[in-house]
């Protein structure tokens, strides 16, 4: 049997090179230190992409968008095999999987991973992030129930805040003043077309800079003299490992799938009232809730246009940090950076806990 | 209504038990299986002449003597206090019935402690070969508690029929040992030896992950290697085990985990089954997260690997422990106690002259038999006494949420399905008859459809001081 695979093993890697990539993959290092823990997040997310992928093509089977797209997930819920847990591990992947991107950019950054010569993997990874973030909020209102028709009207409410072109871009997205089956429809074209088109060319360009550069060292142990850094290699060692986490990622996903299957609310009505409480996913809450809060201090259009300054501002900074901090030195900069992210974090988990707390 | 009740808010009295409970048995299942390892693995170094195999081993004892004799015992003397209140009928049937069983039962537990400390304080200090004897008497001791609460256990889902023709005539305990070695009896106990034996080989992980791989690389991976061998055996023969234990339980037990299973595709099926799904997905996933992890890289099994496979380990045995109990529904012990301490035997009676009749834990209140307050008040009494054992008012298995949009008919329709309880009400399957007179069972109606609708109820409308206090607000 083993003769045989190795036979077939020696035909294919004749012809692909299958030996190269091996003894690539074998030279290939990673880090080996206290926070290694934090390098297997970019695989996890990937990991809950990949199931992304896959269960979103099986519920596109049967998806109709428009004024059918409701019953249709009715129907995949109540009615298809086995279709209430398609759509229950589609949903929760994608919010694990934005839970996995939030700690993969913040433990890059701790890290100091965006340093020279990474800065490109630090900006594609940014606009994956808004990519996914986008996909979320494209994703949460293609079944046109209650809670996701008025989640993403209060969700729009973000982007229409923008100065001058904020409107433009809300009715752009709606496809017209209301929340309706226009909306839908676009916003299917966004999730299944549009974003994978720009997600995954990005992906692949992402995850070719980390096969080039390789894991960053953190600054702590740039620190210690060579002899005492430790790395394992990628394969087998440090692959298996992923696999490992991939697996738990899995269980944890199926287990939360299976226990809390995703319910579909009341068809989505828009003469109803809108149920109290309600607000766009917890991935939006501090956005939304800042913008709440900078609404209520200063009203109109004074409050709106600061709180997008102030946002805008943030993200810009967040994304140039590798042309500031790009040294790899432990000055005033990095501790600055350090400093900048730490506020970040606080303030983004914050504002989300404030916006749950007063729903 | 012997016994006060024990209310706590939004997980219930049952995950009270049922936290502590999940939290023994990881411990407890360890303490049993890893007397059997230690012996074992010092046997083999004493054999193999690997002297650099003792100190990591005493470290390992160390380890083990710390987590049974501490966080096992105290969390077992929490599982008494846990069930004595939650459940104090249930748990004084089994007093009654196994008093003897559990005298035994300490017997082993004190021989196993003290075994347990002898055996890691007399490291280097006593011969090897008595060393391990020592070893082989906590191993035993701490086998035969197993054996022993296993006959409880399984007692509670299948008493048996000899003991149930003398159930309730003050003569249990006649039947001892037919209760004990009930029909479940050692297909549980191969199952929980498994699991003994895995949890065995999962905690020496998480204890020789601390070991430093660049000072005892070779060591380490060995010990790794050779204590991730303890899952194969559960692996490989658990799903024997389980089928056999499945076709001892009765058919109408089973036929609420095959029910669920035939409605997976469409999703209506039940939590006991979704329950038991997750850990069939996570005993799997434990073997191939400690293929990948330890048996691929054993020296760099590092400490979170192992508290990840601890957590795993922990998820699958919740949840083994969770299908257990469910599928008791709708007894405590079956075919003769109910979940709310109600024994099946006397329903009539209850009916006939009253649930409340001899209870002192009525909130007291004034006014006529048909006075709201009273009927609420008696209503009250109801639902904490026959509901509260498995819901919660607000939490879990919340009443407000499932009666939530049903008005006075629908809810008094409900009770008094319970109530009757007809050969094919579909609720016989998981819950109990609703005992009491019919003046209870209405005040408990009134009570649920109080707590649900408040002021639209129909008792709120019957309520003077309601309309007073509205009327003086304006």
Same mark, same amino acid.
């Given at each position: 049997?083993?003769?045989?695979?190795?036979?077939?093993?020696?035909?294919?890697?004749?012809?692909?090179?299958?030996?190269?990539?091996?003894?690539?993959?074998?030279?290939?290092?990673?880090?080996?230190?206290?926070?290694?823990?934090?390098?297997?997040?970019?695989?996890?997310?990937?990991?809950?992409? &990949?199931?992304?992928?896959?269960?979103?093509?099986?519920?596109?089977?049967?998806?109709?968008?428009?004024?059918?797209?409701?019953?249709?997930?009715?129907?995949?819920?109540?009615?298809?095999?086995?279709?209430?847990?398609?759509?229950?591990?589609?949903?929760?992947?994608?919010?694990?999987?934005?839970?996995?991107?939030?700690?993969?950019?913040?433990?890059?950054?701790?890290?100091?991973?965006?340093?020279?010569?990474?800065?490109?993997?630090?900006?594609?990874?940014?606009?994956?992030?808004?990519?996914?973030?986008?996909?979320?909020?494209?994703?949460?209102?293609?079944?046109?129930?209650?809670?996701?028709?008025?989640?993403?009207?209060?969700?729009?409410?973000?982007?229409?805040?923008?100065?001058?072109?904020?409107?433009?871009?809300?009715?752009?997205?709606?496809?017209?003043?209301?929340?309706?089956?226009?909306?839908?429809?676009?916003?299917?074209?966004?999730?299944?077309?549009?974003?994978?088109?720009?997600?995954?060319?990005?992906?692949? &360009?992402?995850?070719?800079?980390?096969?080039?550069?390789?894991?960053?060292?953190?600054?702590?142990?740039?620190?210690?003299?060579?002899?005492?850094?430790?790395?394992?290699?990628?394969?087998?060692?440090?692959?298996?490992?992923?696999?490992?986490?991939?697996?738990?990622?899995?269980?944890?996903?199926?287990?939360?799938?299976?226990?809390?299957?995703?319910?579909?609310?009341?068809?989505?009505?828009?003469?109803?009232?809108?149920?109290?409480?309600?607000?766009?996913?917890?991935?939006?809450?501090?956005?939304?809730?800042?913008?709440?809060?900078?609404?209520?201090?200063?009203?109109?259009?004074?409050?709106?246009?600061?709180?997008?300054?102030?946002?805008?501002?943030?993200?810009?900074?967040?994304?140039?940090?590798?042309?500031?901090?790009?040294?790899?030195?432990?000055?005033?900069?990095?501790?600055?950076?350090?400093?900048?992210?730490?506020?970040?974090?606080?303030?983004?988990?914050?504002?989300?806990?404030?916006?749950?707390?007063?729903? | 209504?012997?016994?006060?009740?024990?209310?706590?808010?939004?997980?219930?009295?049952?995950?009270?038990?049922?936290?502590?409970?999940?939290?023994?048995?990881?411990?407890?299942?360890?303490?049993?299986?890893?007397?059997?390892?230690?012996?074992?693995?010092?046997?083999?170094?004493?054999?193999?002449?690997?002297?650099?195999?003792?100190?990591?081993?005493?470290?390992?004892?160390?380890?083990?003597?710390?987590?049974?004799?501490?966080?096992?015992?105290?969390?077992?003397?929490? &599982?008494?206090?846990?069930?004595?209140?939650?459940?104090?009928?249930?748990?004084?049937?089994?007093?009654?019935?196994?008093?003897?069983?559990?005298?035994?039962?300490?017997?082993?537990?004190?021989?196993?402690?003290?075994?347990?400390?002898?055996?890691?304080?007399?490291?280097?200090?006593?011969?090897?070969?008595?060393?391990?004897?020592?070893?082989?008497?906590?191993?035993?001791?701490?086998?035969?508690?197993?054996?022993?609460?296993?006959?409880?256990?399984?007692?509670?889902?299948?008493?048996?029929?000899?003991?149930?023709?003398?159930?309730?005539?003050?003569?249990?305990?006649?039947?001892?040992?037919?209760?004990?070695?009930?029909?479940?009896?050692?297909?549980?106990?191969?199952?929980?030896?498994?699991?003994?034996?895995?949890?065995?080989?999962?905690?020496?992980?998480?204890?020789?992950?601390?070991?430093?791989?660049?000072?005892?690389?070779?060591?380490?991976?060995?010990?790794?290697?050779?204590?991730?061998?303890?899952?194969?055996?559960?692996?490989?023969?658990?799903?024997?085990?389980?089928?056999?234990?499945?076709?001892?339980?009765?058919?109408?037990?089973?036929?609420?985990?095959?029910?669920?299973?035939?409605?997976?595709?469409?999703?209506?099926?039940?939590?006991?089954?979704?329950?038991?799904?997750?850990?069939?997905?996570?005993?799997?996933?434990?073997?191939?997260?400690?293929?990948?992890?330890?048996?691929?890289?054993?020296?760099?099994?590092?400490?979170?690997?192992?508290?990840?496979?601890?957590?795993?380990?922990?998820?699958?045995?919740?949840?083994?422990?969770?299908?257990?109990?469910?599928?008791?529904?709708?007894?405590?012990?079956?075919?003769?106690?109910?979940?709310?301490?109600?024994?099946?035997?006397?329903?009539?009676?209850?009916?006939?002259?009253?649930?409340?009749?001899?209870?002192?834990?009525?909130?007291?209140?004034?006014?006529?038999?048909?006075?709201?307050?009273?009927?609420?008040?008696?209503?009250?009494?109801?639902?904490?006494?026959?509901?509260?054992?498995?819901?919660?008012?607000?939490?879990?298995?919340?009443?407000?949420?499932?009666?939530?949009?049903?008005?006075?008919?629908?809810?008094?329709?409900?009770?008094?399905?319970?109530?009757?309880?007809?050969?094919?009400?579909?609720?016989?399957?998981?819950?109990?008859?609703?005992?009491?007179?019919?003046?209870?069972?209405?005040?408990?109606?009134?009570?649920?459809?109080?707590?649900?609708?408040?002021?639209?109820?129909?008792?709120?409308?019957?309520?003077?001081?309601?309309?007073?206090?509205?009327?003086?607000?304006?």
């Amino acid at each position: 049997m083993s003769k045989l695979m190795s036979s077939l093993y020696g035909w294919v890697d004749e012809r692909l090179g299958l030996e190269e990539l091996v003894k690539f993959a074998k030279k290939k290092t990673v880090p080996q230190h206290q926070h290694s823990f934090w390098y297997y997040w970019g695989g996890i997310s990937l990991f809950f992409f &990949i199931v992304q992928s896959l269960t979103g093509l099986l519920l596109l089977v049967y998806y109709r968008p428009g004024p059918d797209a409701y019953e249709s997930v009715r129907q995949i819920t109540y009615e298809i095999q086995f279709g209430w847990l398609i759509r229950s591990a589609h949903a929760w992947s994608a919010n694990l999987m934005v839970a996995a991107v939030f700690i993969h950019m913040f433990s890059v950054y701790f890290m100091k991973a965006y340093r020279y010569p990474r800065e490109f993997g630090w900006w594609t990874g940014m606009v994956l992030l808004v990519l996914c973030l986008l996909f979320g909020f494209s994703g949460y209102l293609l079944p046109m129930d209650e809670l996701s028709y008025f989640a993403t009207k209060v969700g729009l409410e973000i982007p229409a805040a923008l100065p001058a072109v904020g409107p433009w871009i809300a009715n752009l997205f709606r496809g017209g003043l209301e929340v309706s089956e226009q909306t839908v429809q676009r916003f299917f074209a966004l999730h299944v077309v549009l974003l994978p088109m720009l997600f995954i060319p990005f992906l692949f &360009i992402h995850l070719w800079l980390v096969q080039k550069h390789g894991n960053a060292t953190i600054p702590s142990e740039m620190e210690k003299p060579e002899y005492l850094r430790r790395s394992i290699p990628f394969f087998p060692n440090f692959l298996m490992k992923d696999l490992a986490l991939w697996l738990i990622a899995l269980n944890v996903m199926s287990l939360l799938a299976s226990i809390f299957p995703w319910e579909i609310g009341e068809p989505a009505d828009a003469l109803k009232p809108a149920p109290t409480g309600i607000h766009p996913e917890w991935y939006y809450m501090s956005a939304f809730q800042m913008l709440k809060v900078l609404g209520n201090v200063f009203p109109g259009a004074l409050g709106e246009g600061l709180g997008i300054t102030i946002f805008t501002l943030g993200l810009i900074l967040w994304f140039f940090i590798p042309l500031y901090d790009g040294k790899h030195e432990n000055g005033v900069k990095a501790r600055n950076a350090t400093y900048f992210g730490l506020l970040a974090l606080f303030i983004l988990i914050a504002t989300t806990a404030w916006g749950y707390m007063v729903l | 209504m012997n016994y006060p009740v024990w209310d706590v808010p939004v997980i219930g009295s049952g995950w009270v038990i049922g936290i502590i409970a999940i939290y023994h048995t990881l411990i407890s299942q360890f303490a049993v299986g890893g007397g059997l390892y230690l012996v074992l693995v010092e046997q083999k170094a004493l054999r193999e002449g690997r002297a650099d195999w003792f100190p990591r081993l005493k470290q390992h004892s160390k380890f083990f003597l710390i987590v049974t004799g501490v966080f096992g015992a105290v969390s077992g003397v929490g &599982i008494w206090f846990a069930i004595g209140l939650a459940n104090p009928e249930s748990t004084s049937t089994l007093i009654h019935n196994f008093v003897f069983g559990w005298a035994m039962e300490w017997v082993f537990f004190i021989v196993e402690l003290t075994a347990a400390a002898v055996y890691y304080y007399t490291w280097d200090r006593i011969p090897r070969k008595l060393h391990v004897q020592v070893g082989w008497l906590y191993a035993i001791a701490s086998f035969c508690t197993l054996v022993i609460i296993n006959g409880i256990l399984t007692f509670m889902l299948t008493p048996g029929d000899a003991w149930i023709e003398v159930a309730g005539t003050g003569n249990e305990s006649s039947r001892f040992w037919e209760a004990f070695f009930n029909p479940t009896y050692f297909p549980s106990l191969f199952l929980r030896i498994l699991i003994c034996i895995s949890l065995a080989g999962v905690w020496a992980l998480v204890s020789y992950s601390r070991i430093d791989e660049h000072t005892d690389k070779e060591t380490k991976a060995e010990l790794i290697t050779w204590s991730s061998k303890w899952l194969i055996p559960a692996f490989v023969l658990m799903p024997f085990f389980f089928v056999w234990y499945l076709f001892s339980i009765p058919e109408v037990n089973r036929g609420l985990l095959q029910l669920g299973i035939s409605t997976i595709g469409s999703g209506a099926f039940t939590q006991v089954t979704r329950i038991s799904l997750v850990m069939v997905m996570t005993t799997a996933t434990i073997v191939g997260v400690v293929y990948f992890f330890a048996r691929k890289s054993p020296q760099d099994f590092s400490f979170s690997h192992g508290v990840a496979v601890l957590m795993l380990a922990f998820l699958a045995n919740a949840s083994a422990e969770y299908v257990r109990e469910m599928m008791r529904k709708p007894y405590s012990i079956a075919r003769h106690m109910y979940s709310n301490g109600i024994r099946q035997a006397s329903v009539a009676k209850i009916n006939q002259d009253g649930y409340l009749t001899k209870s002192h834990w009525t909130r007291p209140a004034t006014g006529s038999e048909t006075s709201p307050d009273v009927v609420l008040a008696k209503g009250e009494a109801m639902f904490r006494g026959q509901c509260l054992a498995c819901h919660t008012a607000t939490g879990y298995r919340a009443i407000n949420k499932y009666l939530k949009g049903r008005e006075y008919a629908s809810i008094k329709m409900l009770v008094t399905t319970l109530h009757e309880y007809a050969e094919d009400s579909p609720y016989r399957k998981y819950m109990p008859q609703l005992a009491g007179k019919e003046d209870e069972i209405a005040a408990l109606v009134d009570y649920l459809d109080y707590s649900v609708n408040k002021e639209k109820s129909r008792i709120a409308q019957l309520m003077p001081t309601h309309k007073q206090e509205v009327v003086e607000l304006k």
